[in-house]
């Protein structure tokens, strides 16, 4: 299980807070922790569902802004690096025109989660479709599309925390 030496996707956090992780893992109940708050994993497994998905929550939260063309599960993410997703705009000149995309990526680790984690994740890269910065806007807009989303992305570090040295909870 982690080391009780750093806790890395929860830096930033207060030691008492990160002390009650601590004590989870010492007692190693932080799977059984998250396995009760979070029993299933989701089913949007292919990057068809995955778009279907990232396009519904678009459509009901962000009708306005630029259109998303590709959402895909990428097993080059890795959220080691403190990266569960990303968000590209690629433009491209074509004769005198300039063609724009936005496309989202999102780690292959999350094949395999609760619904309310790949939400979150799906949530903060669209946000990025008005809020390029991670900024107060860009989390009250996250905020707006999802009231849990800081519990939601607290938990989901509680669980990358916890597979880093143990078998993913969720198959």
Same mark, same amino acid.
């Given at each position: 299980?982690?080391?009780?030496?750093?806790?890395?996707?929860?830096?930033?956090?207060?030691?008492?807070?990160?002390?009650?992780?601590?004590?989870?893992?010492?007692?190693?109940?932080?799977?059984?922790?998250?396995?009760?708050?979070?029993?299933?994993?989701?089913?949007?497994?292919?990057?068809?569902?995955?778009?279907?998905?990232?396009?519904?929550?678009?459509?009901?939260?962000?009708?306005? !802004?630029?259109?998303? !063309?590709?959402?895909?599960?990428?097993?080059?993410?890795?959220?080691?690096?403190?990266?569960?997703?990303?968000?590209?705009?690629?433009?491209?000149?074509?004769?005198?025109?300039?063609?724009?995309?936005? %496309?989202?990526?999102?780690? !292959?680790?999350?094949?395999?989660?609760?619904?309310?984690?790949?939400?979150?994740?799906?949530?903060? %890269?669209?946000?990025?479709?008005?809020?390029?910065?991670?900024?107060?806007?860009?989390?009250?807009?996250? %905020?707006?599309?999802?009231?849990?989303?800081?519990?939601?992305?607290?938990?989901?570090?509680?669980?990358?925390?916890?597979? %880093?040295?143990?078998?993913?909870?969720?198959?």
């Amino acid at each position: 299980m982690e080391t009780m030496q750093e806790l890395k996707y929860l830096s930033g956090y207060s030691e008492d807070l990160t002390g009650k992780v601590r004590n989870l893992i010492l007692q190693k109940r932080l799977g059984e922790f998250i396995l009760n708050k979070y029993p299933e994993p989701h089913k949007i497994r292919t990057d068809k569902a995955l778009y279907d998905f990232a396009i519904s929550l678009k459509n009901e939260y962000l009708q306005k !802004s630029q259109p998303l !063309s590709k959402v895909t599960y990428d097993s080059r993410i890795n959220p080691i690096d403190h990266v569960l997703g990303m968000h590209y705009y690629i433009a491209k000149v074509q004769g005198s025109k300039i063609k724009a995309k936005n %496309e989202i990526k999102i780690a !292959s680790i999350f094949k395999n989660v609760p619904e309310e984690f790949l939400r979150m994740i799906v949530i903060h %890269e669209l946000a990025h479709l008005k809020e390029k910065d991670h900024n107060r806007a860009f989390y009250k807009l996250c %905020e707006y599309m999802e009231p849990e989303y800081c519990q939601i992305e607290f938990d989901m570090r509680l669980y990358l925390t916890y597979i %880093e040295d143990a078998e993913p909870l969720y198959r």
